[in-house]
């Protein structure tokens, strides 16, 4: 189980501030950018029909479409 | 007697010059329809639509694309995320000959007849034209027909001849805004040098795909002057994307475009190059939603991108194809792309 403590659009904290932005951004045309346990920019490759998300501590995640 | 000229309607001038005729709007006949009234934006449409199909027909081509080397990119395009000069998240990434095979099947399966392999560089060195070139081949020995576009950034003579012989049919180079505008987007290269690659992709035979980002801070003026630029061109292919406020890039803090501009905007390109692939491309999520797509499509727009961009994501393609269907829109076959 992922623990998500940094929003993986801005990178910043979850509980600081306000992140509707950014999960809009999200949910729309974003793939996350930052590793949602440690906030490392992760190495990103958006393909056709998905993405890929690489953090060097946490491994990779990917989109289930 | 003949009406005053400011009475002569733009509209009425654009159904008999580029309906009947086809011939392109003038720079001042575009800066007049972007200036129309929003509740002239439904006639506007139509009419773009009708033109579109006296000159273009019914068909919709469908393109995939996908980056083969994403970020890390010495320029400074102000709206690119992938500019190695701003601080955005974007990460280098390159996608290996694996990678690229897939998405080209994946591309090849939503029915799309374009691929286009596209990568964050100024221009093109040895090692990523040999990863073309064996990308390339690895999309062939996998049994894949699909039609390959390459975006590369600006080449030589010598790389030009390079990717006609790997059958690269088509190049796309935007030149992103109006010539007066762009020393404001970029400052590490120039219109003039977008300009000469196009010529030479011309010259040698592949076709140009070229284009630009509506909403960089542009006047309607200078997307009047930038419609009649890409018309001077005679570009195949005109992909029409608008401005995603990326973070970190010096436009971050832009506004989208909005749904009425776009559509004008849409409108007003179509009536500008009545001959040309207008596709839909980057942003049009973020500034139609579902709704203002399907205005596009019946405004002027005879191409889109399905499935992901870049470095953001667009909708499932699926929802693109349902989306023709349903416009009883017939997709573009390989066949009659040859
Ligand atoms: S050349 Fe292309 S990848 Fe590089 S910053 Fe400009 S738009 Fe982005
Ligand atoms: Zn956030
Ligand atoms: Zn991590």
Known sequence: ?65 | MTAAPEQIDVLDEAREQVLERGVGLTEAQVLKVLELPDDRIPELLALAHEVRERWCGPEVEVEGIVSLKTGGCPEDCHFCSQSGQFPSPVRSAWLDIPGLVRAARQTRDTGATEFCIVAAVRGPDKRLLSQVRDGIKAIRADGNDIQIACSLGMLTQEQVDELVAMGVHRYNHNLETARSHFPNVVTTHSWEERWDTLRMIRDAGMEVCCGGIIGMGETLAQRAEFAVQLAELEPDEVPLNFLIPNPGTPYENYPVVEGAEALRTVGAFRLALPRTILRFAGGRELTFGDLGAKQGMLGGINAIIVGNYLTNLGRPAQQDLDMLEELSMPIKALSQTL
């Open chain 1, 1 to 65: 189980m992922i623990t998500t403590v940094y929003c993986s659009f801005c990178g910043k904290e979850e509980a600081d501030g306000d992140h509707a932005f950014c999960r809009q951004r999200l949910s729309m045309i974003d793939p996350p950018r930052y590793c949602g346990e440690c906030a490392r920019r992760m190495v990103v490759q958006v393909t056709p029909d998905g993405w890929t998300a690489r953090c060097s501590r946490h491994g990779e995640t990917g989109s289930a479409r």
